[in-house]
């Protein structure tokens, strides 16, 4: 299973969750999330296929947070089998996962780990209405809080806030809604999306006004000095989320 096998798993769960009304989701959006992400690695144990759950977590985990929910599989193919249905099993998970999380720095830290590399919040906006949506968003926010994490998945989340209304979009697992923009690369420096000009800063690969290139050459030229000077960014405080596939500061601004 690799991450876009993984990231469409996951999916399905949401989608299963996400279309029940309000007042039949579980209590947690952080671990309605969670459940989604890790329940198509416990069906794969549920199916004798361990190799597949076990190397897909191995993409993202490694050391003691792999260790961590590993020990937890078998546990969890035996309540999977007991459930009356995969609906009632996702919703015991994802209240399990909570508790977890707030009890132990170091299973909230694997949870958000997974949730970084699939790009998990990602996957929101294609399997909820506005509506569980807004839900989704105000809960999570607030159990953001209490965790101690929310500064990790602002930027996620307030992607899924804006993708109704002209919002532009990068990268892989989004889906923009009206009058938004999706793509892999943006390749002009400003996005027309009917109500707004977004303007784009990172690579620009399309042509630019000569007027422009002697900004874009400083730009770069104090990147490459900044990334030579600290070896790394610090992108996180930008609100930036890598994403499966993403390419380093180095290579996108040498």
């Not at 890790?38 to 985990?61: K, Q, R, W």
Request: proline share 2%.
């Amino acid at each position: 299973m690799n991450i876009s096998d993984w990231q469409s798993n996951v999916r399905e769960r949401l989608s299963l969750l996400l279309h029940r009304t309000n007042a039949t989701l579980p209590d947690t959006a952080y671990g309605l999330i969670s459940a989604a992400a890790l329940a198509p690695l416990v069906s794969a144990i549920a199916a004798n296929d361990p190799m597949t759950a076990f190397s897909a977590l191995g993409l993202v985990l490694s050391g003691v947070s792999g260790n961590l929910l590993a020990s937890q599989f078998e546990k969890w193919v035996n309540g999977q089998n007991q459930a009356d249905s995969d609906e009632q099993f996702l919703a015991t998970l994802a209240n399990e996962l909570t508790t977890n999380a707030r009890n132990d720095a170091q299973w909230r830290d694997a949870l958000d780990e997974i949730h970084q590399k699939i790009a998990s919040l990602a996957l929101v906006q294609q399997s909820a209405d506005d509506e569980t949506r807004a839900w989704f968003i105000q809960t999570l926010r607030a159990e953001l809080v209490q965790l101690g994490n929310q500064e990790i998945y602002e930027g996620a989340l307030s992607q899924i806030e804006n993708a109704g209304s002209g919002a532009v979009l990068v990268g892989e697992g989004n889906v923009a809604g009206e009058r938004g923009v999706v793509a892999q690369t943006i390749k002009a420096d400003k996005v027309h999306t009917g109500d707004e000009i977004h303007h784009h800063y990172g690579e620009l690969q399309g042509e630019t006004d000569d007027a422009d290139e002697p900004s874009q050459d400083l730009m770069r030229t104090y990147l490459r000095t900044l990334l030579n000077e600290c070896e790394a960014l610090p992108l996180a405080a930008m609100g930036a989320t890598w994403v499966p596939g993403a390419r380093s500061v180095s290579v996108m601004f040498t």
